[in-house]
DNA sequence: CGGTATTTTGAGTATCGTCAAGGCCAGTGG
DNA sequence: CCACTGGCCTTGACGATACTCAAAATACCG
């Protein structure tokens, strides 16, 4: 259906879904890393499927190995509203807690490495710096959710795609997604449709598209389709959108070991 | 200066302080209360004064006692966008992290519970189930932000504050400082100013006052002063901007005790 | 190659931002 | 005590932007 255009592959090992996907664990002892990769399971999702349905209390916490998840709030009349994006690296699932409060569906095909809740939490209890682990990477949602809110902020559709275009690059420069070669400039895939893009940036599709225009018409960005996007000029793009020196916070930068 | 409404009260007890204002750390074993009770200093700030400046690592973690404080991002050329606001119980500062991302004000006069962050944390070290209310803690706000997001993508500005009053209507109701007389509509205060309500809603202060009107206009409230709002049909104003089943969701009845 | 869903474009209307002016309240100083 | 001042809220008029409805163009799928 929607967005074939993720190259598939299907799934990875289960050691590579721990260590190297997981940037927040990537510093734990190899004893407990070895216990994770023990009730590791890897899972994979075609775009469009369910991943957590609002309100149920899944039996796994996991975490996004390959593709994108999206966050949403579905309405008893049927309306869908997206609060939230999953990129490679971004855990979720609620240790201690109960049920979701939004439901979860794979935006594109998505690879998720899911660990069983029970026995997630059984490790939590034995080695308390896992759950140090969990409090920073939800501390880092939690300044993601902001970052969000800022670009929301903004009056104009434009500005608001300009900064979801900014967010979206910076995110992906840092899992490695974006091409970067040097010379050339980085390209984007938008993992949305305009449908769903306007429901998030609060605007119309017919808006979101002119707003793509317009950024196309000032030489800031390219649109090669409607989903393969070219930054002519990401600086242009932050300006405008009030994300200047968020470059330098917790969202983009905040990549630590945890000092142990 | 500004929002002299609010009335002064010289602190509280310590004891006070932890016991009763931090909802998630009622149930705590009574030799940990104990012990946040032994480190806790009760800070006073008036409407107005900075408690987090933007980029320090505070040497405190802390938790609203009483009031309403503003979490707001300042850029270089001197414009400030509220992302936030935090209200009685809710907690705030970093543990185990770096500087924080957003500066912190008193939007009215503030009473906050303060506890030394290298204490605390080395309470979370000697008392697992601490961090373990630190991280619930966290997961609410997060609700709470997203729950922000679905406010801010409503089209129109009568929406956007028709949702800002529910939110706040709801959370003031959980904190009890809302007017219930039962055969009475409850009323609201506003603790933000018009253009600082502007700057949060993503509208200019002039929108937020013909919004104000409006829904005066068709008698959802009414308009006492413009910061003491009385509302007169709520399910109207949750109806027009999209939180209509929220109130069942975590960000307003997720006020468990930690189960042990 | 046809059918369907999605994106794009266009024209008209509603809403919001902008600029300007007026009113209200508090604090100040004569 | 009163006039003055400054800040904030409110109101009005006009231009910019976005939404609505409709239709055309494009992409996708069998």
Redesign the interface.
């Known amino acids: 259906m929607l967005l074939k255009r993720q190259n598939e592959r299907v799934t990875g090992n289960v050691k590579r879904c721990i260590a190297a996907d997981l940037r927040v664990m990537s510093s734990l002892q190899p004893e407990l890393l070895t216990a994770l990769q023990s009730i590791a399971r890897t899972l994979h999702f075609e775009a469009g499927q369910a991943v957590v349905h609002e309100g149920e209390r899944p039996n796994y916490v996991g975490a996004v190995t390959e593709g994108i998840l999206k966050?949403q709030?579905t309405?008893?009349d049927g309306?869908e509203?997206i609060?939230?994006l999953l990129v490679e690296g971004d855990m979720f699932g609620?240790?201690?807690?109960?049920a979701h409060?939004?439901s979860m569906e794979a935006a594109t095909n998505t690879t998720i490495c899911a660990f069983p809740r029970t026995r997630f939490e059984s490790l939590i209890?034995a080695w308390?710096e896992l759950?140090?682990v969990?409090?920073?990477d939800?501390?880092d949602?939690?300044?993601r959710?902001?970052e969000?809110?800022?670009v929301?902020?903004?009056?104009r559709t434009t500005e608001r795609l300009a900064g979801f275009l900014v967010v979206l690059c910076r995110r992906w420069a840092n899992v490695a997604k974006l091409q970067n070669n040097d010379e050339q400039n980085p390209e984007i895939q938008i993992p949305l449709s305009r449908r769903d893009l306007a429901?998030?940036?609060?605007?119309r599709p017919e808006s979101i598209s002119r707003a793509f225009h317009a950024l196309a018409d000032d030489l800031h960005i390219r649109i090669k389709t409607p989903y393969d996007i070219e930054i002519l000029d990401l600086q242009e793009l932050i300006g405008m959108c009030?994300l200047?020196?968020f470059a330098e916070?917790?969202?983009f930068e905040?990549r630590?070991s945890?000092s142990r």
Chains 1, 2 share one sequence.
């Open positions: 966050m709030k309405f008893p309306r509203h609060v939230g609620r240790v201690h807690h109960g409060t939004f209890d308390p759950e140090q969990v409090l920073l939800i501390l949602e939690l300044d959710a902001r969000w809110m800022l929301l902020a903004n009056h429901h998030f940036l609060g605007a009030g200047e020196d916070t917790a969202a905040y630590p945890v």
